[in-house]
């Protein structure tokens, strides 16, 4: 199902560190299936449950949405050409984040 080789890979660069770090995409895939499901559980017993992020609410139903529609593009990203999500740079940092 999946192409093995397709990587998210994080870089993040400033004077005194680097960090880099690639994630297959399979495995990211797999690891928002699970959250879906947890949430759907979450949100069969707690119908009504809001969760804050920053100074916003909400609801449980929203969030799933949204998390299906991440997965679903994820399926139609792994047939994608290399490409960058994210690509800052300044004079001290930089901040990538590519499929590779």
Known sequence: MWNRAKLLKINIKSKKTK???????????????????????????TPS?????RSSKYNLKEILKTVYKILESLKEIKYCKPFDFVDIKTKEDIVK????
């Open 97 to 100: 984040i590519s499929l590779k």
């Open 19 to 45: 960090i880099v770090i690639p994630v297959p995409l399979f495995i990211f895939y797999q690891l928002l299936d699970c959250t879906m499901d947890l949430l759907a559980i979450i949100a069969f017993f």
């Open 49 to 53: 449950i809001n969760i804050k992020i």
